[in-house]
């Protein structure tokens, strides 16, 4: 069994997309300056970690950004894995402009996980993809007897790791984390058994 490891699991700031409810996963956004405010405001409450001794990004414009704010003096390795899913013809359409499609119609209704938008991932493409980024990064991790670390990333790829290693049934918007928040995890390992076995949220002190 592996020592307990601790890793932050931390959302990128705000970009258009998410202001505007948009779709969009591999489409490069940078933050918009309201993002940005928001959080250099969240960093101003202390509520991330400090010394950590590890960091990892999804490599893409809003989380390399959001590292550079949150933890300016880190070095980070980039973990492609871990990007958004592709969302193919539907990468930055607003529900209105596709709700009435029968693409969207099967993907939104779609129980299996097996139906994609046209172009992208499906569910369970994703999931697999991202849980085995998450996976070589602990694996990493482990090699090199490392006790903390953070993942600034996205809101889609932290449910699907809430989601495969915490034994816990909750849904997409119960696990999803805001802009610039997220979990504070522990985790072990027991042969290839990996499991979270702890976790806080990260949030705003004033609501807790």
């Known amino acids: 069994m592996m020592k307990e490891l601790t890793i932050y699991l931390i959302r990128h700031g705000m970009t258009r997309a998410n202001i505007e409810f948009i779709y969009y996963g591999n489409t490069e956004l940078p933050l918009e300056p309201e993002g940005i ?19 990892f990004t999804s490599g893409m414009i809003r989380t390399n950004q959001t590292i550079a704010i949150l933890f300016p003096h880190a070095d980070y390795t980039i ?28 993907w939104i209704e779609d129980k299996t996980g097996t139906i994609g938008c046209p172009g992208g991932e499906d569910r369970n ?20 007897g490392i006790d903390t670390a953070v993942i600034v990333f996205h809101g889609g790829p932290i449910v699907k790791v809430m989601q495969a290693y915490t034994g816990e049934e909750k849904s997409f918007a119960d696990w999803q984390p805001l802009n610039g928040l997220g979990y504070k995890v522990t985790l072990q390992k027991e042969g290839t058994d990996l499991k979270i076995v702890g976790y806080t949220e990260i949030k705003e002190k004033m609501n807790e």
Not at 37 to 55: H, M, Q, S
Not at 125 to 144: I, M, P, Q
Request: net charge negative; glycine share 8%.
């Open 79 to 106: 973990v492609p894995g871990l990007k958004e899913c592709n969302l193919g013809d539907f990468e930055m359409k607003t529900h209105d402009e596709i709700k009435d499609t029968d693409a969207y119609l099967q």
């Open 125 to 144: 493409e994703f999931g697999a993809r991202v849980t085995g980024a998450f996976r070589e990064v602990v694996d990493s991790l482990e090699r090199e």
């Open 37 to 55: 405010e928001d959080l250099k405001r969240l960093k101003a409450l202390g509520i991330y970690p400090e010394g950590a001794e590890r960091y």
